[in-house]
């Protein structure tokens, strides 16, 4: 019996491990393209592979569970392709010993992502975010592409079209404290200049517009200041002031599971909906348990496909998976509806794959 678990499990874990690489390289690849544009513009190789390395860990949270769904269809649709399921089984061996290698793994992998959700992933995405943030204030012309809104400390950009140094259609949102826009600016056109020494960027724009926020209403509401033009200003940004502040707190998709808990206890004495916060939190236990639920639902289209429809039922268990992640975005974005329970929502499809997997297994013992 050891060696038929022995067996089974090391062609899962290899499977599994060679899915993991594969899924894994193509959800960095996007990094990959957007870190070659990089190395074009000036930024540092080693600066590039230490993003890279901080958003390993996040990209794994997502692949592992993929990884062991596509490894058990594969494998076991083999095993049933190649009748060693049914020899297994006229041997006297149940169906619950031999995906037992199977449910090991599961349950080491689900443990995996647990530590990954909750400790080292948020982590070191937080530090992809500062070494991100610091790069941009060395060399903030690498960052601003046209099209996207950037963000640079203290201020998020978007220009339509850039040559050089020239720019159009400006638009600049500058930030206070809490991250709140402050200040409005618009310009049709404009030239950039960066001062290393100093840390300052400075705007010459052409036919600026200008719109001041005020958020400290006596209403509680904003009030605006009307809107001021010029033909011609220069506007500096300070990026290096700004990128020596440091923030008091994180935002909760930087927080581990401590720092989650910590912000829902202090929200809660201020009175303050704590909502998003639990989403957050049991979102990621619920992604941590998912490769348990992965393999659960694998397994029965594994044994019932042929080798020749294997491709056929591994697509299927993909659309299943996409499904389990739309029910976390669905509650994401429910977030801020308190009366609707979104924390609950996520555990609905573990709750789901789980039983309906179980029911087919059980199902299959019985013959």
């Known amino acids: ?64 569970p993929m990884s062991l769904l596509v490894a058990a269809v594969l494998v076991f649709s083999r095993f049933s392709a190649d009748n060693e399921i049914m020899a297994m089984r006229a041997s006297g061996v149940s169906l619950w010993q031999i995906i037992s290698p199977g449910l090991l793994l599961s349950i080491a992998l689900s443990a995996l992502c647990f530590w990954l959700h909750t400790s080292l992933g948020p982590s070191l995405r937080y530090r992809a975010y500062l070494l991100r943030k610091s790069e941009g204030a060395r060399n903030p012309m690498v960052v601003i592409e046209p099209g996207r809104f950037v963000e640079i400390p203290g201020y998020v950009i978007r220009v339509g079209k850039r040559e050089g140094n020239d720019l159009e259609d400006i638009h600049i949102y500058q930030l206070d404290d809490d991250g709140m826009v402050a200040t409005d600016i618009t310009a049709r056109r404009g030239r950039v200049t960066v001062d290393e020494a100093k840390r300052v960027i400075e705007l010459d724009l052409d036919h600026a517009c200008f719109t001041t926020f005020d958020m400290g209403g006596d209403d509680g509401g904003s009030k605006t200041a009307p809107r001021i033009a010029s033909e011609r200003i220069v506007f500096p940004l300070d990026y290096g002031g700004e990128l020596d502040r440091k923030g008091l707190s994180r935002r909760v998709k930087y927080m581990d599971m401590k720092m989650i808990f910590g912000r829902i206890y202090i929200d809660r ?18 992604m941590a348990l998912s490769p348990f639920a992965f393999l659960l639902l694998g397994i029965p289209f594994g044994i019932r496909a042929k080798r020749s429809e294997a491709s056929v039922g591994l697509l299927l268990c993909l659309v299943l998976a996409v499904g389990f992640y739309t029910f976390l975005m669905l509650a994401d974005g429910l977030k801020h509806q308190s009366g609707l329970h979104p924390e609950v929502l996520v555990w609905l499809p573990n709750i789901i794959y789980q039983a309906g997997g179980l029911w087919a297994l059980s199902a299959m013992a019985r013959r």
């Open 269 to 286: 004495a201020r009175g303050m909906d704590t909502t998003s916060h639990y989403v957050e939190l049991h979102s990621r236990m619920s």
């Open 1 to 64: 019996m050891k060696t038929l678990n022995v067996y089974i499990g090391r062609h899962l874990l290899l499977t599994t491990c060679i899915a993991v690489a594969v899924l894994t390289f193509v959800m960095v690849s996007a990094h990959l393209i957007k870190g070659f544009e990089l190395l074009a513009r000036g930024v540092s190789l080693g600066v590039l592979g230490r993003f890279l390395l901080y958003e390993m860990p996040n990209a794994l949270t997502f692949t592992i």
